[in-house]
């Protein structure tokens, strides 16, 4: 079971897009999928789902006990699954401030599923005990880049927090991939790349994902990208990226 963390610090990043797509994606292509959203916000749990009221939650697993099989929702894509978020979440650095081994809560349920071939995990714009839980229950990390002014600028705390946790906690947590969206085809987009891919090197995808609104509908009408417009070019680039990422997933 391949889990991947999908994490930056920095909000509008397209986390949740990203989480979403490769999601369907890979569910598409045959394999069995799970998201796991553990941002308070709701936004991967929105989209796949239509509505906010699924009971019982993330906040359920990792704060009374419910076992993470109990939270499991289908959604519309065959393969693909859902555990939901919801907003209490956003109290969980507070109610897990003093629980013995609260970094490892999301570690431990996900320990209990066995029948997955990939679990991607959306985190928060935040390196709370969320995000930190996320770390320590994924086989790797994937952070998404927007090619937008600033875009490294708090990757480094990213990136002290991650070497924090392999140094103290006994985790591995690789970079699995960087991929970068939001691709403007401008001269600010080409210098950020450049930085980025300067930064990351051959971590950073060769596909880049462009802006394209059929992108942000699809999200918003809570349809699949894939059936709603297969065509656009944000189609075309993600199913790009998903052959990279099975393509690097079958190599390490
Ligand atoms: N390729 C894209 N083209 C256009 N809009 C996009 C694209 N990817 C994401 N978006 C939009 O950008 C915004 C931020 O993306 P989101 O995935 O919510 O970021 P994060 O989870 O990092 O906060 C959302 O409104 C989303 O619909
Ligand atoms: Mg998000």
Do not use: W
Request: aromatic fraction near 6%; charge should be negative.
């Amino acid at each position: 079971m391949r889990i991947f963390s999908l994490a930056n610090n920095k909000g509008g990043v397209t986390k949740t897009t990203t989480t979403v797509n490769l999601g369907y994606g890979l569910a598409r292509a045959g394999h069995r999928v799970l998201i796991i959203d553990t941002d308070a916000q709701s936004n991967s749990t929105y989209s796949l789902l239509g509505h906010l009221d699924q009971e019982p939650t993330l906040f359920d697993v990792l704060i009374n006990g419910t076992k993470i099989s109990d939270a499991l929702v289908a959604t519309q894509q065959e393969n693909l699954y859902l555990v939901p978020s919801s907003i209490n979440l956003s109290a969980a650095d507070l109610l897990m401030a003093s629980a013995p081994g609260r970094e490892r809560k999301l570690a431990r349920a996900l320990a209990q599923l066995e029948d997955f071939d990939y679990v991607l995990i959306d985190t928060p714009p935040n390196l709370g005990v969320l995000t930190v839980n996320a770390f320590m229950a994924c086989t790797d990390v994937i952070i998404p880049i927007a090619l937008t002014t600033y875009a490294l600028i708090g990757i480094s705390i990213l990136e002290n927090t991650m070497q924090e946790l392999r140094d103290n906690l006994d985790v591995e947590l690789p970079i699995f991939g960087v991929i970068a969206n939001l691709d403007d085809h401008t001269r600010l987009s080409a210098d950020v790349l450049s930085a980025v891919r300067e930064h990351f090197g051959e971590k950073l995808f060769d596909t880049v994902i462009p802006r394209n609104i059929k992108v942000e509908e699809a999200h918003n009408q809570i349809a699949c990208l894939f059936d709603y417009a297969p065509n656009s070019t944000g189609a075309q680039a993600y199913n790009k990226l998903i052959q990279e990422v099975l393509r690097r997933a079958e190599r390490a």
